[in-house]
């Protein structure tokens, strides 16, 4: 009998709790605890309850519960601050846009997964990932989403939280693996956003397998591998000349789509800047305001998937069906909607990334020296 | 000739006037850090002479015969350092003068040349606030013994007791760099297609 699960998925997904739920239902915490765990057969009456009060369609509590993700790493990830509350909320809702991708997927071609798996140096790691990407090896990234879109990545686009800036699973079922990164949306720092994708990237790639690693070292590595991804060595050595000053990094901003301060980091860790600069410019960041907001007139704009609103369409038509893609997902077309709003429309300008569009107007160095 | 006037707001004039601030603002954000490492490489005593001698040797260097941005008023202009004692800092844009001091307040006109500067080029007469045309503006740039928190201004003097009609914090280059949106790129490419399948597939399961 999976109702009872189903109920607690359902609580999960709006972050609700026990006893939360039962306020809503005008019942006690332990009677949705009864339900939960099947010791209790619930009415017809109390489902619709819960329906209501998680906006879930009836026909939700009918189906099988769908996939789960493996909390333990995710909680092991998370931000140290981040309550367990919020990140189950998080993960749930996460769990919930992955089965509306599985619902489609079904009725489409798969996409391979083309993400190696690399247990080198975090460099020659993201090395690797450029080239299966089809990616310049020593060229800015100009959509990294979208790139990792057409390797087979779901993305999962989760709202604003202490929680995380993202987080990705292996998500194993049978004897095939999806790769999936939930990223948080809808923010103006485009450069954070990126940084974020390509650090879990560095997690799919490089930690896939258990490790006899401590959790720091996983971090760094990872870190390591998102730097090299999108600020290549070979490439940025040739941009990052000294003296650096904030004015120069800020005109490399806009072309690589990382921050100010990554590309400062990125020039102490390749040896460019001493650690006195190192100090003195993330020093002079602090002075500006940098630390809290970079110039907002740099900003690099967010990049949002594509691809479930694209198989939405593809499945339900253009403009979607909605109707039957609720009824087919068990979702509330409203929800629905609100979910694919965080996916980007073709034209949909507003999400096309800095490198694709951006130009920063300025003299080459030459001339201005 | 410039419409600038000591009745302009501020705002105006540092839009005005960005061409040239920009490179300032560069080469001050170069030589602030560059004078306290050498001071430290070599071992040399500290204090603000030496450090301030520095910084403005650099910045002389740096900024003479340097091209002025273009993006803000598309005229291409050379930054011409005037020659000036004891490495002083001086220079011109348009019919404006520049003065460059370290400090966060003007100092006194001790010298007649001082006041005349001061008093925007007339010598004698105090300016009248309301008509006087913008002739003459100092940069103020400041920062500690180890060249942390710069801070740079843009000063409108007024009389040559070193008072000022206005003083403002001149933004960092990096809040006035103009970043354009060719149209050419706005679509993003859609390849979806031909991976899931296209639309007949779909048709063909159930869609």
Known sequence: MFLGERIRQAREIRGLTQEELAEKLICSQALVAQVEAGFKLPTGDFIESVAEATEFPITFFNEPPHPEFGIAEILLRAQRTAKRREILG?????????AIY??????????PVRIPEVVDSPKEAAKQVRKVLGLEPNSPIANLTHALERAGVRFIVVSPSHAHDAFCVWFRKDEN???????????????RYRLSVAH????????????????????????????????????????????????????????????????????????????????????????????????????????K???????????????????????????????????LKD??????????????????????RAMRN | ????????????????????????????????????????????????????????????????????????DDVAREVVMESVCNDGLSTSFEDITLKIFKGTVLPRATSSLRETFYQHTLPGVEPDMETAQLRSLVILWDCDEDGNNLKIFLCCPKDRYGTYAWREVIPHPS???????????????????ELLGNDEDAEETGA
């Open chain 1, 343 to 364: 996916y980007q429309e073709v034209g949909d300008d507003a999400s096309v990334p800095a490198l694709e569009k951006k130009v920063i107007r300025f003299q080459p």
């Open chain 1, 305 to 339: 998937p594509r691809l479930l609103r694209k198989m939405a369409e593809m499945v339900y038509g253009k403009p979607i069906d909605f109707d039957r893609f609720s009824a087919d997902t068990k979702t509330l077309a409203r929800e629905l909607r609100m979910i």
């Open chain 1, 177 to 191: 693996e999806t790769p999936l990164i939930a990223a948080v949306g809808g923010r103006e720092d485009g450069d």
């Open chain 1, 102 to 111: 599985v619902a489609l997927a079904a009725r489409l071609k798969p996409i």
């Open chain 2, 1 to 72: 000739m410039n419409d600038l006037t000591l009745a302009s707001e501020p705002n105006e004039v540092l839009q005005a006037v960005r061409p040239i601030l920009q490179p300032v603002y560069e080469a001050l954000e170069t030589a602030v850090p560059k004078a306290a490492q050498i001071i430290t490489e070599q071992g040399w005593q500290n204090n603000a002479l030496l450090f301030s001698h520095l910084v403005r040797a650099d910045v002389k260097a740096k900024l003479h015969g340097r091209q002025c941005p273009i993006e803000f």
């Open chain 2, 175 to 193: 809040e006035w760099m103009v970043v354009t949106l060719p149209d050419s790129a706005s679509e993003a490419a859609d390849d979806f297609d």
């Open chain 1, 200 to 303: 879990e990237l560095g997690h799919l790639v490089m930690h896939r397998s258990f490790l006899r690693k401590s959790n720091k070292e996983v971090e760094d590595e990872a870190w390591a591998f998102a730097a090299e991804l999108l600020m290549p060595e070979a490439a940025i050595r040739s941009e990052l000349i000294l003296p650096l000053t904030i004015t120069a990094l800020a005109r490399l901003k806009p072309r690589w789509g990382v921050s100010v301060a990554a590309l400062i980091r990125r020039a102490y860790d390749l040896n460019i800047v001493t650690k006195r600069q190192y100090h003195y410019l993330s020093h002079q960041m602090s002075a500006l305001g940098y630390k809290t907001r970079e110039p907002k007139n740099l900003d690099v704009p967010m990049e």
């Open chain 1, 90 to 98: 998080t993960v749930r809702y996460a769990e919930h846009v992955y």
